[in-house]
C-alpha cells in the first residue's frame, strides 16, 4: 500500500510527474505509449471519511495535513448535502501550465505537468486557471498539484477514486483518449 | 506536536492559550486530561449551570493521525445527575481542533446574552448570536456555515430550543447526525449563553518518522477496513441488534415490562436498511462510514407534495423512541428522533422520560390535566412528538419535572421502581442480564459504553460466568477504556486497537508507552473520575437500583437481586472501597 521508494524519490526531487514514465516518449517503442491518471469514477459512493486526502499529504509530504492535499473532499451544504471531489483531470492541454507565468509548471512532451519548485513565484495565476479548483496554493505559496500517483485510490473504501490509463501525449493513438 | 490548551472566559469575554505539556505528558489526552481539567476548573459543589461550571472538550494524540481516533470527549459537571458529566462525539471535531491547533478548549463563565464562539486556528472570536437563539439545532448549523471559514475542514457544533431552556438532558448537536448525547451538555451550553462554536484550523502535524508512520497507518488502516473486527458497521449499522436482542431476550420494550418487542421485526435495522436507508456517512478519518441516514417521506397534501427530512439512525434510538415506547413503525420512529435533532435533546434520555410518563399515566400516577392532554400511551407517535415538545417548552409542572430527568420526575410523582436510571442517568437499551445493570450502575458516567456489560452478559449467556469473572470483566474494560478513551478512538474500533498497536501507533507519533504504562494510566484515570463523582455527591452504596430490572425476564434469565449486590460487594472490594 506504500508508495514505493522510486515514487518517493521523485517526491524528494521535485521531479513531479510519473515516474514509471520515461521523460521522452519513445519514438520507436513497440507498444503505445500510456500514462496513468486518476479518475473520480463514483462520487456519488463517497462517504466522507477523507482518507483520501490524508493518503496525499502523508505520501506527498510526510506531513498529516488536509492543506496539503492535492485531492480535496468538499461538502455541499454541510455533510447532509453531497461531497464534491475535486482532482486533477490531467488535462491534455492544462491551463495551469498554460498560465504560469514563470515556467514552473511544465508540460513535458508525454502530456503530464511537472512542477519545478525553483521556478515558481507563487503567484496562484496557476490555481485561478483551473476551473476544477484542483490546483491550489498551500501554505508556504507553492501550488499542490495532484501528480496521479494512485496513493488516494488505496484509502479509498468506497471505490470512489480509481486509476485509468491513457494514451500519452504524442503517441499515435493520443487523439482517442477518454476525457471524464 | 504542540500540546495546548485554548482557555476562553465567556464572562469577561477573553481567551488565551496555555502549553501545557506536563498534564499531557502525565495524562495521554481525551478523557485523562478532561477529568484533570475538570478537577481543576470545577470546585466542590459548583452549581453545573453557573458561570463556575467549565465545559472541556480535549482529544489526543491519535487524533487525526490513525484510522477512527475520530473522537472529541466533553467532560463537565453534569445537570442530570449532578456529577461526573462525559460525552464522546465524533464527526470532524477532532479533526477540526487538531489543526486548529488545540488539544483541549476550556469554556469558562457565562455570556451577558446569547453568543457563539468561532476559533480559527489561534483566532478566537466570541461573537453575537442573539438572532439565532431559540432556532433549531440543523437550521443553526446552515446559517453558521455561510457566516464561518473553513469549508470542508472545520466542525460546527451547536444547541437547539432544548439546551436554551435548561432541559437537564439537552444534547450538543456535532456537525449533523454526531451529538454529545449524554449527561446535559447541552444543558451547560444553554446556561453559558453559548448557542455554537465553530472550528476551524490550518496547521498540519509533522511526523518524526514518516517512514514508521505510513508503516503502522497502513496496518492500523488494513485491519479496519479487511478484516471481520469492525464487519457490524459496514453494513447494517448498531441497529442490527435490534434482532439479535430481540432474540434474545434483552430489548428493553415498554419501559422494559418486557425484554423482547412482538413487533420487532418492524423496526429492526434490516428493515431500516432495506427500506429507508438512503447513505451512509463516516466521521473524518474513519473509512466505516456507520453513520446511517434513512429518508423520511411524508406527504403534507393529498397532491403528491412531499416533505422529505434525512434523519441519522442508530441501535439506541430505535431501542428508547422505538420498542421502549411500543411503537412498531420504523417511520414514526424517525419522526421521534427528528424532533430530538432539531430539539437538540439525548434521544436515550427523552426515550426513557416518555415510557416512565406513559405507565406513570397509565398507573394513575399522573393524569390527563397534568400531560395536558398529550395522549401519552404506547405507539401513539403523534402524542409523543407533542410531548417532547412540551418538555422543552415547559408549560406546566408536570413537563418541567419530565424536564428534569426520569429520577427527578419519579422522586416527585412517585413510580421510582420502573423510573429507568442507573446513577440518575436513563438507561441504554440492554436487559441482557446483571453485568449490563451493575456496568451501567458503577460505570464513570453510568452508560453502557463505561464498561460494556451488556456485552458481557451476552458472552455469559453462551458460556456460564460467575458473578466474580464478570466483575472481572467490569473492571478491565473500565479501566482500558480510560485508556482508549484517551486516545481519543471510536469505541466501535476497540478491536483495532490492541495494547500492541496502541503502543505501535503512539510510538510513531513520538510517545514511548509500555504495557504497564498504559494500564497505570487506566488505573490512574478511573480512580481520578471517582473521587470527583464522590466529592460530587455519588454512593454507589446507595445507588438506586429500580425494581423493574428484577422484574422482568432478561437475556440470561430473571436477575436476583441477590446476584447484584453480590457483584457490587465484589466490585468494591476490588476496587478496595469496602
Known sequence: MAVDEKMEADIKTGAIGLPEEGVEPAASSRKPKKRRRLKVAHPERCIGCLGCMFACSRTRTGTVSLQNSAIKIQTQGGIEGDFRVVACRACRDPPCARACTTGALEKRPDGCVVFHKDLCTGCGECEKACLVGAISLGKEKKPIKCIHCGACVNFCPHDVLTMEEIPAEGDENAAKGSVH | ?578
Open chain 2, 1 to 578: 506536536m504542540l500540546r495546548k490548551v485554548l482557555y476562553i472566559d465567556l464572562s469577561k469575554g477573553e481567551s488565551w492559550i496555555a502549553e501545557r505539556q506536563d498534564l499531557f505528558e502525565d495524562w495521554m489526552g481525551g478523557t485523562g486530561v478532561g477529568i484533570k481539567l475538570l478537577q481543576e476548573e470545577c470546585p466542590a459543589g459548583t452549581d453545573p449551570l453557573s458561570p463556575q461550571s467549565p465545559i472541556i472538550l480535549s482529544i489526543g494524540p491519535l487524533n487525526g493521525l490513525f484510522p477512527v481516533a475520530t473522537k472529541t470527549v466533553a467532560t463537565f459537571k453534569s445537570p442530570l445527575t449532578g456529577e461526573l458529566g462525559e460525552s464522546y462525539a465524533g464527526g470532524r471535531l477532532s479533526l477540526a481542533l487538531r489543526f486548529a491547533g488545540h488539544e483541549a478548549v476550556v469554556i469558562r463563565g457565562q455570556a451577558e446574552r446569547p453568543v457563539y464562539i468561532s476559533i480559527n486556528d489561534n483566532d478566537v472570536k466570541i461573537k453575537d448570536a442573539t438572532s439565532i437563539w431559540g432556532i433549531d439545532a440543523p437550521t443553526t448549523g446552515v446559517i453558521l456555515r455561510d457566516r464561518e471559514p473553513g469549508v470542508g475542514r472545520r466542525s460546527i457544533i451547536r444547541i437547539g430550543p432544548a439546551g436554551e431552556n435548561l432541559v437537564r438532558y439537552a444534547g450538543v448537536v456535532v456537525d449533523t447526525y454526531r451529538h454529545f448525547g449524554r449527561l446535559g451538555l447541552g444543558t451547560v451550553f444553554g446556561s453559558k449563553k453559548l448557542k455554537a462554536l465553530v472550528i476551524s484550523g490550518t496547521e498540519h502535524v509533522d511526523l518524526p518518522d514518516p517512514r514508521k508512520y505510513r508503516e503502522v497507518y497502513n496496518r492500523l488502516y488494513a485491519t479496519t477496513v479487511k478484516t471481520d473486527v469492525m464487519e457490524k458497521y459496514h453494513d447494517i449499522g448498531t441497529s442490527v441488534n435490534i434482532s439479535v436482542l430481540n432474540w434474545l431476550k434483552g430489548l428493553p420494550t415498554k419501559n422494559f415490562q418486557l425484554s423482547s418487542f412482538s413487533e420487532g421485526e418492524k423496526i429492526s435495522g434490516e428493515m431500516f436498511a432495506d427500506n429507508l436507508l438512503i447513505r451512509r456517512l463516516s466521521c473524518a478519518g474513519c473509512p466505516i462510514g456507520c453513520v446511517h441516514i434513512a429518508a423520511l417521506k411524508s406527504a403534507f397534501s393529498t397532491h403528491h407534495e412531499f416533505e422529505v427530512r434525512k434523519v441519522s439512525y442508530d441501535y439506541e434510538p430505535i431501542y428508547s423512541l422505538g420498542s421502549n415506547l411500543g411503537i412498531d413503525s420504523a417511520e414514526g420512529i424517525l419522526q421521534l428522533i427528528d424532533v430530538c435533532e432539531r430539539m437538540g435533546l439525548d434521544v436515550m434520555s427523552a426515550g426513557v422520560v416518555l415510557s416512565w410518563a406513559t405507565e406513570a399515566l397509565e398507573k394513575g400516577l399522573i393524569t390527563s390535566a397534568d400531560t395536558l392532554n398529550v395522549p401519552l400511551k404506547w405507539d401513539d407517535v403523534e402524542g409523543y412528538a407533542k410531548a417532547l415538545e412540551n418538555i422543552v417548552k415547559a408549560p406546566n409542572e408536570f413537563y418541567s419535572a419530565l424536564a428534569r430527568g426520569v429520577d427527578y420526575a419519579a422522586a416527585r410523582y412517585g413510580g421510582s421502581e420502573f423510573a429507568m436510571a442507573l446513577g440518575k442517568n436513563e438507561v441504554s437499551g440492554y436487559h441482557t442480564g446483571p453485568a449490563s445493570i451493575v456496568g451501567q450502575l458503577v460505570g464513570v458516567r453510568h452508560s453502557h459504553l463505561d464498561n460494556a456489560g451488556y456485552s458481557i452478559d451476552q458472552k455469559a449467556a453462551k458460556k456460564p460466568m460467575d458473578p466474580e469473572t464478570m466483575v472481572d470483566e467490569i473492571i478491565k474494560e473500565d479501566n482500558s477504556r480510560g485508556v482508549f478513551n484517551s486516545l481519543v478512538g471510536c469505541l466501535f474500533a476497540r478491536g483495532v486497537y490492541t495494547e500492541d498497536n496502541i503502543i505501535d501507533a503512539l510510538g510513531a507519533v513520538g510517545i514511548t508507552k509500555s504495557k504497564d504504562d498504559l494500564r497505570d494510566l487506566g488505573r490512574r484515570i478511573f480512580e481520578e473520575k471517582y473521587k470527583f463523582k464522590v466529592q460530587e455527591g455519588f454512593d454507589l452504596a446507595h445507588a438506586h437500583i429500580p425494581r423493574r430490572f428484577y422484574e422482568t425476564v432478561s437475556t440470561l434469565g430473571k436477575v436476583a437481586p441477590e446476584t447484584v449486590e453480590e457483584m457490587l460487594r465484589i466490585y468494591r472490594r476490588k476496587r478496595g472501597w469496602s
